[in-house]
């Protein structure tokens, strides 16, 4: 099987001149907009009370602590295990 070839179809790509003086005020307007845009999520989002954030600080820590002793367990098993296995 022979693949056939397209021929050029003739149309040229236009292509837009940017004026360089409109580059740092797209960028300043850019900017400006996620500014307003991050703002107003911020309004949407629903805020703990105090206590709520305490208690939930206080269940990451926790978890925290747990999955480290959980983690620093196994790293101590599995050394004495290599160590064991090295040294026959």
């Known amino acids: ?6 021929k050029p ?14 580059q740092p005020r797209k960028k300043a307007n850019r900017l400006a907009r996620f ?4 703002i107003g999520e911020l309004r949407k989002v629903s805020w703990p009370t105090p206590p ?3 208690r939930l600080t206080k269940v990451v820590l926790v978890v ?13 098993v599995f050394s004495r295990i290599i160590s064991v296995l090295v040294s026959l």
């Open 1 to 6: 099987m022979t693949a056939k070839l397209q």
């Open 9 to 22: 179809t003739g149309k040229k790509e236009v292509k837009k001149k940017e004026k360089p003086s409109s």
């Open 35 to 38: 500014w307003r845009s991050t």
């Open 52 to 54: 709520e954030a305490w």
């Open 64 to 76: 925290v602590f747990v999955m480290a002793a959980l983690l620093g367990l196994l790293d101590f």
